[in-house]
């Protein structure tokens, strides 16, 4: 039986996933949120496919371990930069040390994310999941772009997520202030904000040799969301995390994306892991995403900058 369009997804996650034996060895790589779940499994994969890793990561402690880890195991060349993704001041403080220390970056990975059930704010008065999976991730990829433009060929691929299909995303409540939060859908919004600007940005790219994909990494049980109350942790521990899989195969689907040479000229594509998918439909309006992007460019100070 064929599925209606809007729920080819479930159909595509059963397909066999496309996998790489294809190497980087050299390739300068940044990955961020890479000591948890999808992250950790990224940076395994792209350190065995031979690429020099910088892993950008709130937790010190736990990038330690794994660029201990990955040293012994592969043999790695790992770089750790600390940044907290609730806060623009450290997303700009993590790309300007990545500026000095990388003369070349030939994949980024923005993979950071967290699933909030309650609405909380950073800082600056952002709803956090707004702040830390779109608006962190837009700034981090505008900061670096002139390096991977001058580094071309070069891919940008942002880890996010079926999510986006619970919609949610109102410009004129980014921050939740008018309505009531539902978790879900704060998680929605934001990565619905995120896949809007990866259409834009790949138009912005054509002709530059820099791609940028958006990718779902698979159901997986990792720690997101495990941030929340103790009846969600609960609640996920036991229901949820025994219906999904290993975070290897995002591991091994993002390789894919990274390395592939069938997908040297791919861009402005969303992949259920590597499954080229067509995203909901409030998420493939682009007007809606030349207004987010624009909103993006003002609420990370973007606009001062240029
Ligand atoms: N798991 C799934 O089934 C699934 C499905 C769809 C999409 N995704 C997406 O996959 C990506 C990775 O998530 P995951 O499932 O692997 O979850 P995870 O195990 O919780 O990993 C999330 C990573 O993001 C980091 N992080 C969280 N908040 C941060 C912040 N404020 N600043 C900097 N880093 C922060 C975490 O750091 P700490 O180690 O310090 O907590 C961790 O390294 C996310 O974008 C998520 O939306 C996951």
Partial sequence: MKLPEELQFI?????????????????????????????????????????????????????????????????AKIE????????????????????????????????????????????AGFETAFCVNHLASFLFTRLLLD?????????????????HRFGGLELDDLNWERRRYKGLQGYGASKTAQLLTVW???DKLKGSGVTINAM??????????MNNGLLFQWYQRLLIWPFLKSPEIS??????LAAASEMANVSGRFFNQTVDEKPAAHALDRSLGKRIWKISEELTGLLEMA
Avoid: W
Wanted: glycine share 10%; aromatic share 4%; proline share 1%.
């Fill in 80 to 123: 750790l930069v600390q940044a907290d993704f609730s806060r623009l001041g450290d997303v700009r403080s993590a790309a300007s040390t990545l500026l000095k220390n990388c003369s070349r970056i030939d994949v980024l990975i923005n993979n950071t994310g967290v699933h909030m059930t309650r609405r909380t704010v950073t800082e």
């Fill in 216 to 225: 779902h990494p698979g159901g997986v049980s990792t720690n997101i969301g």
């Fill in 11 to 75: 159909a595509n996650a059963r397909m066999e996933q496309k996998r790489t034996t294809a190497r980087i060895d050299g390739q300068v790589c940044i990955i961020t949120g890479a000591t948890s779940g999808v992250g950790y499994h990224a940076a395994k994969r792209l350190a065995q496919g031979g690429a020099e890793l910088n892993l950008v990561c709130r937790n010190i402690e736990k990038a330690v371990k794994v660029q201990a880890e990955l040293k012994r195991e592969y043999g």
């Fill in 147 to 163: 390096r991977l433009i001058e580094s071309a060929p070069a891919r940008i691929i942002h880890v996010n997520s079926q999510g």
């Fill in 200 to 202: 834009e940005l790949a």
């Fill in 251 to 256: 591991g091994e689907a993002i390789y894919y």
